[in-house]
């Protein structure tokens, strides 16, 4: 099982930055994409970025490409999303992800699942 804590949301005015973190605890060694979602109220869940494990690769959605960077700390077992240039809206929460493929932990097998955290508030105030 993996356990993941957001931290970092709050309120900020339009075109400020926010840095969201997500604190991963438990066996992570099968994860193999980590992200960031965010939902509006009233909106489905939508993606906003995401990174590969294995290549480093970053996919971001179109409407946060120049503005948002996913990054992760290996050694801190910490996904961040470094927010720039904030619009009202990209008001949501936001949620981090981590995709998990079948491979032996070495303390027992894991299979394909998705882990979510509870989600940290951002609101842009125009």
């Known amino acids: 099982q993996v356990q993941l804590v957001e931290s970092g949301g709050g309120l900020v005015q339009a075109r400020g930055s926010l840095r969201l973190s997500c604190a991963a605890s438990?066996?992570?060694?099968?994860?193999?994409?980590w992200g960031w979602y965010r939902q509006a109220p009233g909106n489905e869940r939508e993606l906003v970025a995401t990174?590969?494990?294995?290549?480093?690769?970053?996919n971001y959605a179109d409407s946060v490409k120049g503005r948002f960077t996913i990054s992760r700390d290996n050694a801190k077992n910490t996904l961040y999303l470094q927010m720039n240039s904030l619009k009202p809206e990209d008001t949501a929460v936001y949620y981090c992800?981590?995709?998990?493929?079948?491979?032996?932990?070495?303390?027992?097998?894991?299979?394909?699942?998705?882990?979510w955290g509870q989600g940290t508030q951002v609101t842009v105030s125009s």
């Open positions: 990174i590969r494990v294995d290549n480093s690769i970053t």
């Open positions: 992800n981590a995709e998990q493929i079948p491979c032996n932990t070495g303390r027992g097998l894991a299979y394909f699942e998705d882990f």
């Open positions: 438990g066996d992570t060694i099968c994860i193999s994409v």
